[in-house]
Nanobody, 117 residues
Framework: QAQLVQSGGGLAQPGGSLSLSCVAS????????MNWYRQAPGKEREWVAV????????DYADSVKGRFTISKDNARNTGYLQMNNLKPEDTAVYFC??????????WGKGTAVTVSH
């Protein structure tokens, strides 16, 4: 059964760092683009970052560009989101999302990130 299992997140102070991981099972991870989305309380889910199947191409939402880094280790079936210089407005539940061939798509269950003093 295909699934994405997330870990990481938690509480950080403004200016701090956190990292998220997303481990895929049951899918050929190297055939999938991986995205990170987030949803803040009372707001719609928003796209954060994407990485290509090979990991060679990345893109970011303007709100996180220069602070977040998305990466992917196909040998370990794992995607990552490194978050630096965190701001209170980064507080949200973060979701990984894998999109592959033939419209196959999978969501992680989400992990909470709170940025506060």
């Amino acid at each position: 059964q295909a699934q994405l299992v997330q870990s990481g997140g938690g509480l950080a102070q403004p200016g701090g760092s956190l990292s998220l991981s997303c481990v895929a099972s049951g899918i050929p991870f190297s055939d999938f683009f991986m995205n990170w989305y987030r949803q803040a309380p009372g707001k719609e889910r928003e796209w954060v970052a994407v990485i290509s199947r090979s990991g060679g191409t990345v893109d970011y939402a303007d709100s996180v560009k220069g602070r977040f880094t998305i990466s992917k280790d196909n040998a370990r079936n794992t995607g990552y989101l490194q978050m630096n210089n965190l701001k209170p407005e980064d507080t949200a539940v973060y979701f990984c999302y894998a999109l592959g061939p033939y419209g196959r798509q999978y969501w992680g269950k989400g992990t909470a990130v709170t940025v506060s003093h």
